[in-house]
């Protein structure tokens, strides 16, 4: 049977109820004629899986109608305000979807010096559903993409071909908030088969250590069932890319051309789950080691291997995978620990993965670089711990080297300064010793002289 700990932490989760797209809002200020439009001067958008998302943060900035609208090809140059507030304003792009990906839309206003850019569904459906995906050239991009309805982005149309050139200075606030909490929670959802995880795994390890107590972190994994199976009440073994008759599944990970199967990735999941059940802190030194050594065929005597190079107790491990059976066959028993991933996996309507959960709502951005995420779950805190601090709002690593060598450069100045001086007192004085000895030597010949001229006088 599961732990009570285990029992009480994805019960929280579930509790809560499917998963948010978070608190960020579009406040609208003007124009008042699209104001008078807008219910409450707020329109709901959704974020895209790529890019720089400043969560915990806003942005003002003014909206530029992309030319060409669909945002597919090199965009004409932006027309800056020459007057008014309006010039401090961020220049926003707004896009309309076309037949081109996200990515490109994103890329070609950002080269014309966007800082976010809106695009419109093209599509009549629920926007939270709509997953705007990396095409694999995401990560280069440093600003956030948003998605709002074809509704509101019409509404934005408008405002920006009116006639009335007031009118079409649409200024608005693009607001990143996550709900904050004193302690975050947050889960990775992966798989055995999704190389992505592990790399996240491996990148995160140490600002995970960094956040310490202050966070609960919970691996899940994405858990299927055999529908077919289901009609046969589980009661077939067949399958090759199932255990317990078809109750717990997952995708061939290689495509029916190697000798993986999906049993084999649903039982490297319960390893790994066992093994953050044992021990939670070296479940992430085994998640980078298996990723870069096993993770190809799943072999047993391979995760073993890295289980006991780790410190891990495989018995434990061991023990933990076969309680989790509680006595029955792995190939049709029921299994405590992937039912309750398959459960919440179908329930949380998990969208993507690898995907991160923070308080219940699902991280939205770069998550290749681990940084970009540790932002997001400092945003999520009600007090950011001091960690947080050297990441989240001042200085960077690089601004901590601008600073001592700033602190360097003054100091060698200093030194410099004294060095002169010193050596402007030291030739002073050397100056004034010479000038002192000559001067005796000056006295002395006058004096011998002048005593020579009364000698003189004298024999006379």
Known sequence: MLGRANHVMILAVFLCGILGSGEGKLVVWSPKSLLSSITGGEIRYTIANYGKVPYGKSIAGLLHKANPLDGCQPLDPLVAPTEGSARTLAPFVLVKRGDCDFVTMTRYSEM??????IVIDNKVENIDDVIMSDDGMGASLGIPTIMISGTDGEKLLTALDSEKKSDRLVSMTVKFELPQTTHVTYYLWTSAATPEGYTFSRRFENFHKLLGDQVTFIPSYVIWFCHSCRLNHFSDASN?????????????PDAEEGPASGRDVVAEDLRQLCIWNVSSDLWWSYMSEFGSRCSEHFPRDCAHRIMEEVGIDTRAVDSCIEKSWNGADPLLGRND?????????RRMKIPFWPAIIINNVTYRGNMEDPEEVFDAICAAFTKPPEICELYYNPQRPEQHLFFVLGIALTILAIFLFLVIVVYKRMVRKELAVQMETQLSTVVSQYKRMKDDRESNSLNE
């Open 240 to 252: 090759p890319n199932c255990l317990g008759g078809g109750r717990y599944c997952s995708p061939d």
């Open 337 to 345: 620990r992937l039912r309750i991933s398959r459960r919440y996996f």
């Open 112 to 117: 014309v010096g966007a800082k976010l850019v």
